[in-house]
């Protein structure tokens, strides 16, 4: 009895030893990408992020007026501190100059969206392209290549010496006005943390065994940068990355609150209606509640997605 | 001619310090005038402590640290002086298995990607067909089931990614192989399948083997010569077998006396030589003999002003030893305690520590709570030894010694104070 039951032990071994070894191998990518698919936080991020997204593309043709449609200027008297709340024509109510709250909020998604995108991959690419060839040259370049990094990291820490909201501030100050400009602005303030970040990645991956087998095999280095070092310094890029666009749409909409944002009402944006509902914030604060939940909720939607792509990613839980 | 001859080797670490401009304040003697020949077909075995700069060696070879002097010859070409271009062309014919195999495989490639590595660096083969197919069959030749191709390292146990490391290494179909401590991270039942299929693959290809390692035992299964380093340089190099038989240098003579005998009687009787204080450090190595300061048989002239250099003493032994004679004669006694006679008189006191230290054959502990408690000749030599470097940590090491063994307890701190 006893060598029966050997017999089928390691015939169901046999079974799942070949089970196992059949198919395709997963790669760390790919195991990220099931974890963060069983995590809830990352699902409610996901969601979150995909309506703003929709709403940001369809926004503009679905809103039921013009951003620019005055047909309620009677009703609404800033002065007499008289305003307009929700009702059925006008669900979230007027403006201080009898627009439609509703329309505006939906067609204001997309500037939104595009000026957190947009500083957010300002920020990424030229903060890659420092950060890269920074780490290139500490890892591979030998003693000329660590002066090269240390030049480009003080130059760095120069950046990261500066409050970034004044940093901000100047370059819209030098650039003017326009919805531009916060991109640029919120984009420059990210180079740095991007830089440092993969800068830092890599010099951690530089050293490890596998950079030095592949030297050892005679592997290019500019090819080991690309195949080997870059490759496994990505994680912490891309979840800074997510978590950026947060940021980003949050300080977007703080120098527009500075009044630094496009003046051009034909299109509007969260961080611009905010400011502008500032001013009447007593009487009418709902005029203010609308961009301001607008905007956290987008923020937490990509923070939430990032921290769940931080523990996805996290080597550490690698098992 | 040899196939590959390091004459000379030394290898140098700068010792930077500064905030804006690195200036240097000093270096680290990693590897200091290493001479050796590894014939072609042989296993060259390397041994020594941690720290001994036997992995900065193996690494100099393939020039994967600078060599600040001297020549690294494979096949008559000098690598030491070779334009990087060429050196990287030229590391086709050396290949290096590492350590960790996990660690040297990279994570985020899988396995066809990773051997095919090098191949693409070296224009093996015409397309991506062609080198499947090699991949394929050096896979099954180390043991590898083909369908391993599209999985990535971390879905391996040890041996099988030691196997890949290996894999990866063959498919340039190099002269020699560095093997850097290829099985220490493995289980010990793995470790002889790794071992014994990097003995097939010698056999069948004619491999040419320098393998570096700490595992006593291992070096005499696969080596045909052995070099003993201490401290950047080789103290002794013979063939595997003399080696082992009759050890002439005092520091492979204690080295080898630590490693456990698998009968318990013969293991109770026999002798052990159990050095004084730490390994100094390789940033500033001791004048003269670099063993003098832990040598038990270390003499007042020459050692610790002369280097000795390593001399054939016969059947190609080599020793780098003043009195390698004398001590072979017995004409020297030791001029430190070494523990011998304690190990046989007083067994009781001293079987635990003897055990606990058997299983680390590096762990070359001091010697001063090991004195035999009636000999006060011996005794007194212990505040003389007590003068080298490293001489605190020693001290403690002895202090948790003499807990272990009690009769030795009231003696040895006393000998010391």
Known sequence: ?319 | MSLLELDGVKVHFPIKKGVLFDRTVGHVYAVDGVSLKVEAGETYGLVGESGCGKTTLGRSVLRLVDITEGSVVLDGTDLAKLPNEEMRRFRRRLQMVFQDPLGSLNPRQNIESILSEGMVAHGIGKNQEERREKIKAILERVGLPSNALARYPHEFSGGQRQRIGIARALVLEPDVIICDEPVSALDVSIQAQVVNLLEELQEELGLTYLVIAHDLAVVRHISDVIGVMYLGSLVEEAPSDTLYAEPKHPYTKALMSAVPVPDPEVEDRRERILLTGDLPSPANPPTGCRFHTRCPWAQAEKCATERPELKDVGGGHRVACHYTAEIASGELAPTRPTGIEAVTETEDALVKPAEGEAEVPAALLPADSTTKPDAPAVKEKVPAAAETPGDPAADAVAKDQDAATPEASGKGPAGTD
Request: cysteine-free; overall charge positive; hydrophobic content about 50%.
């Open chain 1, 1 to 319: 009895m006893s060598v029966a039951t050997k017999s089928e032990k390691i015939q169901r071994l046999a079974e799942l030893t070949a089970t196992k070894e059949t198919g395709t191998g997963a790669s760390l990518w790919r195991e990220a990408f099931r974890r963060l698919k069983r995590s809830k936080m990352a699902i409610i991020g996901a969601i979150i992020i995909s309506l703003f997204v929709v709403l940001a593309i369809v926004g503009p043709y679905i809103a039921p007026h013009a951003a620019t449609a005055q047909a309620w200027r009677g009703e609404v008297f800033p002065n007499r501190g008289e305003f307009v709340g929700p009702r059925g024509e006008n669900w979230f109510g007027l403006d201080h100059l009898g627009r439609d709250m509703f329309s505006r909020m939906l067609i204001g998604a997309r500037q939104t969206l595009l000026v957190g995108i947009i500083a957010t991959m300002i920020g990424l690419v030229t903060g890659f392209l420092i950060g890269g060839i920074s780490g290139a040259a500490a890892t591979l370049g030998g003693d000329a290549g660590k002066r090269i990094d240390s030049v480009i990291m003080r130059f760095i820490d120069m950046l990261l010496a500066m409050p970034s909201l004044l940093l901000a501030v100047s370059i819209a100050a030098i650039m003017g006005q326009s919805l531009t400009t916060v991109m640029i602005a919120v984009g420059v303030v990210q180079i740095p943390v991007f830089a440092r970040l993969l800068r830092g990645s890599m010099l951690a991956q530089g050293g490890a065994d596998y950079v030095l087998a592949a030297k050892s095999l005679g592997v290019r280095k500019r090819r080991i940068v690309v195949s080997q070092i870059i490759p496994n310094s990505l994680s912490p890029v891309i979840v800074q990355a997510t978590l950026s666009l947060a940021t980003a749409i949050i300080e977007a909409a703080a120098l527009s609150y500075l009044g630094l944002g496009n003046p051009d009402p034909a299109i509007p944006e969260w961080g611009v209606m905010l400011t502008q509902a500032q001013r009447f914030f007593d009487n009418a604060p709902l005029m203010a509640l609308y961009p301001a939940v607008g905007i956290i909720i987008t923020a937490l939607g990509f923070t939430l997605f990032g921290e769940a792509m931080r523990e996805a990613l996290d080597p550490k839980l690698r098992g």
